[in-house]
């Protein structure tokens, strides 16, 4: 049983157990044999029944060095779950701290607000997604649902993040200033958009080029465009996504930028 923000036992009457343990957060909680299963907000752990913990699943990445990401977790109703990476072991005490305030501030800004926590659910998570030793990606991705619509809506950002100095990478900061970059990845991405568009149904008229702060993913040797629900085909499509080989765009490469040399990085 659970009041929204805790979970417990309660007995055939549905009175609260005294002697077992409220659990912080949302889910089920259930016994095996001398311990505690407990399945609160997407997570596992073991409990005995005192309430110590024995054992419980937290996500942690190692980016070497010393560096890692590790989650946090941002409940603040019943409705909302939240989380979000921190960073910890940074070369850079400042650059860590103000990072950190970053993601999270990113992190909780869907929250909805107080008065409409029965209108709509929200949750999040991420990953690291690709990373060297000077640059991190991040995803994260969530899931919008406003109660009574046919179907909610998911959520899908990627941060591309210095180690060394915090800064949040955009696409134009891999290209030479001055270049034509927009001009040739909008080549590139309308060709596999009409050449995907009758077995994916994408809509070829709709797209009208990338902007400067265009959403991506970072691969060691190719970068992927993407776009959300809608934007160039049907909700089915899901984020449609387009690849581009850095060798087909290395002119326009500003290889002697802080971006590339990270993406470089072993």
């Known amino acids: 049983m659970g009041n929204g923000s805790r979970t417990f036992f309660v007995d055939r009457q549905g009175r609260v157990i005294p002697q077992l343990p409220r659990v912080n957060g949302v889910g089920i909680l259930s016994l095996t044999g001398e311990l505690i299963k407990a399945n609160i907000d997407s997570r596992i752990s073991y409990l005995r029944k005192d309430g110590t913990i024995v ?8 980016l070497g060095n010393g560096a890692a990401v590790s989650e946090k977790k941002y409940r603040p109703d019943r409705n909302t779950l939240v989380y979000y990476p921190e960073f910890s072991g940074l070369a850079d005490s400042q650059v860590q701290a103000k990072l950190n305030k970053e993601l999270e501030n990113l992190a909780i800004a869907e929250n909805p607000k107080a008065d409409e926590e029965y209108e709509s659910t929200y949750e999040s998570n991420f990953e690291v997604d690709f990373h060297t030793s000077g ?10 649902y406003t109660l009574g619509a046919a179907h909610g809506m998911p959520l899908m950002d990627y941060y591309h993040i210095s ?9 134009s900061d891999l290209f030479k200033k001055g270049s034509n970059y927009k001009q040739k990845l909008n080549a590139i991405v309308k060709k596999q958009i009409q050449a995907r568009a009758d077995s994916e149904g994408l809509w070829p008229a709709s797209f009208t080029g990338i902007e400067s702060n265009q959403q991506f993913i970072l691969h060691k040797d190719s970068l992927e465009i993407y776009f959300y629900p809608y934007e160039v085909g049907p909700y089915a499509a899901g984020f449609p996504m387009f690849k581009v080989p850095f060798a087909e765009i290395r002119d326009l490469i500003d290889i002697q930028g802080e971006f590339w040399a990270a993406i ?3």
């Open 264 to 266: 470089q990085e072993q």
């Open 135 to 144: 640059l991190v990606s991040i995803k994260m991705s969530g899931y919008d």
């Open 55 to 62: 054992w419980n699943q937290q996500l942690k990445y190692d």
């Open 163 to 171: 180690l060394k100095t915090g800064k949040f990478y955009s696409l």
